[in-house]
């Protein structure tokens, strides 16, 4: 299914598309505390398929201020977080904390799967898993660097390399898990000890070269041993976030033909649009199929399909 919004005018705050717009509004499309929030308790007690590993991600995203609600002009971000059966996306004003606490609940049960930005903060360290993918760019950006931090970068890049060979190989079922988990202790010993080694050299507070940023990256890194290694405790943890990034692929495309969106009603509507045809793709539903019946239910006043994955 094309995005919708592609060839909707740019200029325009708000289209007539009753009664889709109607269907896909607060009586359609507004998820429940429980859909929305994947990783979260409902009230009736634990969903196991809910306790799947969180992947979150954000980027840019557009906004206008045609209908008043963004003096400010501030950046949109389109934010995403999914599971294996849970897609859920959100358009907003804001990249903060408290957005990514909005977005993933106060009650997350399972664990996230993200890069290091400071907004996932609201989730512990022992609850994180950062993206290795992520870390492996930090670590190539010290090894381009001359002198000691070209030797820094290289070997926790070497170290890095190793324990992605180890998970390849365990995907691949040409070693077991324990051997997995023993040659990745061994791994995250010697990082941290190259960290430790690094960071004994010493910088100046104030100083700015990079051997500087170097050791920076390096006390961050230290600082937050504990999500590196989360994936040991839990089988089911990924290294990457790689799929919570594909799936902001096609917004990435979407934004470009689009130029974004002129109001937080059409941001809204890019969030449930990109949330109902995620979702429907992870549980092989089509999409279009979904929509008319969407809109055929809220014209007929029949209960709406759900977007919550179907037992068995």
């Not at 269907?23 to 505390?33: E, F, H, K």
């Not at 890194?221 to 839990?234: P, Q, R, V």
């Not at 934004?255 to 649009?273: A, K």
């Not at 979904?290 to 809109?295: A, N, Q, Y």
Request: net charge positive.
């Amino acid at each position: 299914m094309s995005w919708p919004w592609r060839q909707l005018n740019p200029r325009e705050p708000r289209l007539p598309l009753s009664p889709f717009d109607a269907a896909t509004g607060d009586a359609g499309l507004q998820l429940s505390q429980r859909d929305r929030y994947p990783g979260q308790q409902s009230s009736a007690g634990v969903d196991h398929s809910l306790l799947q590993p969180l992947q979150a991600d954000e980027t840019s995203y557009p906004v206008g201020n045609t209908d008043g609600n963004d003096p400010n002009r501030r950046s949109g971000w389109l934010w995403v977080l999914r599971n294996a059966s849970v897609t859920v996306f959100d358009l907003g004003l804001s990249r903060s904390k408290a957005a990514a606490q909005q977005l993933i609940g106060d009650n997350c049960l399972g664990s996230l799967i993200c890069d290091r930005y400071g907004a996932y903060n609201c989730l512990s360290l022992e609850q994180r898993q950062f993206c290795w993918a992520h870390i492996r760019h930090d670590l190539i950006a010290i090894a381009e660097r001359s002198g000691v931090s070209a030797e820094i970068g290289q070997a926790l890049l070497s170290l890095q390399g190793q324990l992605f060979d180890g998970w390849h190989e365990w995907l691949d079922q040409r070693i077991s898990r324990s051997e997995l988990e023993a040659a990745s202790t061994k791994i995250r010993q010697a990082f941290q000890a190259k960290l430790e080694w690094a960071i004994a050299l010493g910088s100046s507070p104030c100083e700015t070269t990079p051997m500087a940023k170097t050791l920076g990256t390096c006390r961050t890194l230290f600082n937050s041993l504990a999500a590196l290694g989360t994936f040991l405790a839990h089988p089911d943890l990924e290294l990457t976030n790689n799929a919570s990034e594909r799936a902001l692929r096609p917004v990435v495309i979407a934004r470009r033909l689009s130029l974004g969106v002129q109001s937080t009603w059409g941001g809204q509507f890019v969030g449930r649009i990109m949330t109902v045809t995620a979702r429907l793709k992870q549980q092989g539903r089509a999409a279009m199929a979904f929509l008319m019946e969407l809109i055929n239910a809220r014209r007929e006043n029949r209960p709406l399909p759900s977007l919550i994955p179907q037992a068995g």
